[in-house]
């Protein structure tokens, strides 16, 4: 088996920071996503990645960039942390596009001050 | 678009009673619905699919689900809860665009009690 590694586990920053996430993935995977859990609102996709080098933007991208310049790891990016944000993050692989499920990181707690 | 509901954001029940998880969706291509758990702290944890065949699919841990298609419905079950069990369940439905993944609803937190 494979496993989702993100990092930070917990994330604090100061308003206006530019913050970045980490994921790495061992399951060679091609296609990659970040998706943002908030309390009440389920999960929503800011960003995937189809294969290396690939970035295509979700719902929610507008404040965030992402790369992935590897197969096995995609970074997220909060370029403007808002005042009083909290939220986890979840990165997840999947081996492919359309009946594959989707594996995920134990995710990054963000806080911010 | 599609989308999906999950009537009840919270159930509480006691061990070794049966769970019952709601699940409505809408969508207009090929279907493709599953469902995953969430622990506390944890990330989604994939739990069981369908997208053709037998409406009633298995999973782990004595979790099965009945896909309907003239309810749009897709219902997760256990006729035995555990302790362990206590988690937030989430449906989800494949998106339009194969490459976005997964729509998933709002969860369902599963509280389970001695």
């Known amino acids: 088996g494979g496993i989702i590694t993100q990092t930070p586990k917990f994330l604090i920053g100061q308003e206006g920071q530019k913050l970045t996430l980490k994921c790495q993935q061992n399951f060679n995977h091609d296609t990659m996503y970040w998706y943002r859990q908030d309390s009440g609102k389920g999960l929503r996709l800011i960003y995937y990645?189809?294969?290396?080098?690939?970035?295509q933007k979700g719902d929610l991208s507008e404040g965030y960039d992402a790369s992935r310049e590897k197969k096995s790891s995609f970074s997220l990016t909060v370029t403007s942390a808002q005042k009083n944000e909290m939220a986890v993050f979840l990165c997840?692989?999947?081996?492919?596009?359309?009946?594959?499920?989707?594996?995920f990181g134990p995710g990054t707690r963000l806080t911010v001050l | 678009t599609q989308t999906v509901s999950q009537s009840d954001a919270h159930v509480t029940v006691f061990e070794g009673d049966s769970v019952e998880l709601r699940c409505n969706y809408s969508y207009g291509g090929s279907i493709y619905l599953s469902w995953y758990i969430q622990h506390h702290g944890r990330g989604l944890q994939f739990l069981l699919k369908?997208?053709?065949?037998?409406?009633v699919v298995q999973g782990v841990n004595g979790f099965e689900a009945e896909f309907s298609k003239s309810d749009s419905s897709f219902h997760l079950r256990k006729a035995s809860v555990h302790w362990s069990d206590s988690a937030v369940y989430f449906c989800?439905?494949?998106?339009?665009?194969?490459?976005?993944?997964?729509?998933f609803g709002l969860g369902t937190r599963v509280s389970v009690f001695p």
């Open positions: 990645s189809i294969t290396e080098n690939d970035l």
């Open positions: 997840a692989s999947s081996t492919g596009l359309g009946v594959y499920e989707q594996y």
């Open positions: 989800a439905v494949r998106r339009n665009n194969y490459a976005q993944g997964l729509t």
């Open positions: 369908y997208y053709s065949g037998n409406p």
